[in-house]
T-cell receptor
Framework: AQSVTQPDIHITVSEGASLELRCNYS??????LFWYVQSPGQGLQLLLKYFSGDTLVQGIKGFEAEFKRSQSSFNLRKPSVHWSDAAEYFC????????????FGSGTRLQVQP | AAGVIQSPRHLIKEKRETATLKCYPIPRHDTVYWYQQGPGQDPQFLIS???????DKGSIPDRFSAQQFSDYHSELNMSSLELGDSALYFC????????????FGPGTRLTVL
């Protein structure tokens, strides 16, 4: 079974600073990889996804993520954080066999200081 | 663009009551998923449907059941509600051929008193 680890429960960055959220996965092959963002009490919004090909993927809101097979990682980055980025970020994986459930990491709560 | 619709958005029930949550997937999406997110937790998969047939099953209690109808909307039925069922319930939908990209609805917040 696949699993996802987000080692950072809580991260605080200053507005304008760069951001990297870590995600490590465990799976026998290369899974489908996703990052979602959730504001308090809200739904999950898809930021970006990786299926195959270019290991650096671009998403919405200026986010990007890099897939590193050798490290089983899919870290999320943003060069300059805005106050509106404060939210919970979830990394998720799904088998590459289609129509399978997502397995989520425990999430990283991002706080942005003015 | 059309999104996943869930109703109701908020629901308050007493213990041992029943609840029905509804989900309307994005048009032309053929798969619906249900997830449960407890306070401070990550979403946990409950059950999914593909073309109106149960596709996969996760940690769904026996007190819960779900189905997908001919118009592709889905309902999650919850009986004998317990305090621990208080959570956000998300529905997501996906379309074959799009790499299982799941788009989530806004969720239904269920509070059991």
């Amino acid at each position: 079974a696949q699993s996802v680890t987000q080692p950072d429960i809580h991260i605080t960055v200053s507005e304008g600073a760069s951001l990297e959220l870590r995600c490590n996965y465990s799976y026998g092959a290369t899974p489908y990889l996703f990052w979602y963002v959730q504001s308090p009490g809200q739904g999950l919004q898809l930021l970006l996804k990786y299926f195959s090909g270019d290991t650096l993927v671009q998403g919405i809101k200026g986010f990007e993520a890099e897939f590193k097979r050798s490290q089983s990682s899919f870290n999320l980055r943003k060069p300059s954080v805005h106050w509106s980025d404060a939210a919970e970020y979830f990394c998720a994986v799904a088998p590459d066999t289609g129509r399978r459930a997502l397995t989520f990491g425990s999430g990283t709560r991002l706080q942005v200081q003015p | 663009a059309a999104g996943v619709i869930q109703s109701p958005r908020h629901l308050i029930k007493e213990k041992r009551e029943t609840a029905t949550l509804k989900c309307y997937p994005i048009p032309r999406h053929d798969t619906v998923y249900w997830y449960q997110q407890g306070p401070g937790q990550d979403p946990q998969f409950l059950i999914s449907f593909y073309e109106k047939m149960q596709s996969d099953k996760g940690s769904i209690p026996d007190r819960f059941s779900a189905q997908q109808f001919s118009d592709y909307h889905s309902e999650l039925n919850m009986s004998s509600l317990e305090l621990g069922d208080s959570a956000l319930y998300f529905c997501a939908s996906s379309q074959q051929g799009l790499g299982n990209t799941q788009y989530f609805g806004p969720g239904t917040r269920l509070t059991v008193l």
